[in-house]
C-alpha cells in the first residue's frame, strides 16, 4: 500500500476503505469548521458514505487519474490531500486539501502538499500542478504561495457552497 513518510511527525497513506470509519468521525468533529469552503458535506451523513468515496477515490487511483491520500500526524488522522485530478495527457495534476481545525497553524498540510508535488514529478512525471481556493479562504491560500506557487488569476463565482458562490484564486507550480 502506498505511503510517504513526510517529517518525524507526518505521513500520507492512500486512502482505503479501510479508514471509512475514522475519516468519517474527523468529517464529524469538523464538520461545522469545513462547511463554509467544502461543498459535499451535506452528503457525507453516514460511514457508507465516506466507506463509498474511498472506494471510488481507489478505482480513480488505479486508473491513474486521482491520488487521495490521508494526513497523518504522530500517527493520528487529521486530514486528506491529493490530486483530485491526474490529466496524464498534459501532465497536470490538481491538488486539494482539508486539515482538522486542531491541527491547523502547524505547518502539517504545507509539508504536505509539497510531499504530493514531489509524488507528483516521480510518478505521474507532472510538469504543472494547480491548486483553486476560495478567495476569502486565506489559511488555504497560505499553502501555495509558501510553496512558490504563482497566482494566475480569479474564476469568478466558479464555485457554489450551499446557498453561497464563491470566487476560486487558482494558484499553478510549473516544473
Given at each position: ?21 475514522p ?84 505547518g502539517?498540510?504545507?509539508r ?10 516521480q ?53
Amino acid at each position: 500500500m502506498f505511503s510517504r513518510h513526510v517529517t518525524d511527525q507526518i505521513a500520507l497513506q492512500l486512502a482505503v476503505p479501510f479508514y471509512a470509519e475514522p475519516l468519517f468521525q474527523l468529517t464529524e468533529r469538523n464538520r461545522s469548521y469545513l462547511r463554509r469552503w467544502l461543498p459535499w458535506l451535506d452528503a457525507v451523513t453516514q460511514v457508507d458514505h465516506t466507506r463509498r468515496f474511498l472506494v471510488a477515490q481507489l478505482d480513480r487511483f488505479a486508473k491513474g487519474e486521482a491520488l487521495c491520500t490521508l494526513v497523518f500526524w504522530e500517527q493520528e488522522l487529521v486530514g486528506v490531500a491529493g490530486f483530485h485530478t491526474i490529466d496524464a495527457v498534459n501532465r497536470i495534476g490538481t491538488i486539494g486539501y482539508w486539515l482538522s481545525e486542531t491541527f491547523t497553524g502547524r505547518g502539517i498540510m504545507t509539508r504536505a502538499v509539497h510531499a504530493l508535488i514531489d509524488i507528483g514529478q516521480q510518478f505521474y512525471v507532472l510538469q504543472r500542478f494547480e491548486i483553486r481556493c476560495a478567495v476569502e479562504n486565506h489559511a488555504s491560500r497560505a499553502i501555495p504561495q509558501r510553496l512558490g506557487f504563482q497566482y494566475e488569476g480569479t474564476l469568478r463565482r466558479s464555485e457554489r457552497i450551499y446557498d453561497r458562490w464563491h470566487d476560486m484564486a487558482v494558484y499553478a507550480l510549473l516544473r
